[in-house]
């Protein structure tokens, strides 16, 4: 076997790893406007063992109130990154649920704003990321047979666990001489087709392909409780830019709104 020959062959066998893969939405990012970090570790509460997520992106807005004070609020995404050419996702859909899913219950930390709760969540929720229409209520792997999904399971535990652990460990609980907000997303990207299925109004499946699905995943174990109303992005590699630069107006929004009261 000549160099180049076993260069790509090399080359053919790292394509199939997910590793460029990874690289190349650390790319989008960055040149979207976001800071990466990558393979970072947390705690699985269940297993008691660390773990990986694949990447961690992050943007900030910061202003200074006076000269004593400032305000700094950051958006991080919990990203898991899944290959699924072979076996293409279907999330199964249904209506939300009027009020109890109209809101986007994004997770933060916060300190330093004097604000009571409701008042934080009100500019949150009415800034945030909307809801779809509809939210995934389960999912599986297609052409995998018996129901399989066990990969998507996988990255919709992965992304809710880390993000647990970030939130938890985050330095924008620490008391400043300002107001600090975190605020977190799951998100799992996919390389491959997503569908959405669902029934029409005649009670027929439907399957449609999409780039954004939007799907409830409460967890609940002995170490974990997201609560009701959980949501995870879903997302094609297509979709990335134009649900990076959503999340940034959405930062600069609520920024704006925290800066009023």
Known sequence: MSKSELIEKLKKDLLDTGFPLELSISNTLKRNGWGVIHNSYYIDRDDQKGREIDLIARTFQYKEID??????????????????????????????????????????????????????????????????????????????????????????????????????????KTEAAGRLMEIFESLVIIEGKLYEAFLDEDGELQVEERQYIQSTFNYLSPNYNTGDGNIVSIITIDYLKDLLLDRRNRLEDIFRGYLKM
């Open 67 to 172: 000269e004593e004070k400032f305000q700094e609020i950051a958006f991080s995404l919990i990203i898991e990154i899944k290959k699924a050419v072979k076996k293409p996702w279907v999330i199964f859909t249904t209506e939300k649920r009027g009020l109890l899913e109209d809101f986007y219950r994004l997770k933060y930390v916060s300190s330093g704003f004097n604000i009571e709760t409701y008042r934080l969540n009100e500019v949150l929720f009415s800034n945030g990321p909307k809801v779809n229409e509809t939210l995934g209520r389960n999912f599986y792997e297609g052409f995998s047979g018996n129901g399989a999904r066990d990969d998507i399971y996988k990255a919709l535990t992965g992304t809710v666990k880390a993000l647990e652990h970030f939130k938890e460990v985050s330095v924008y």
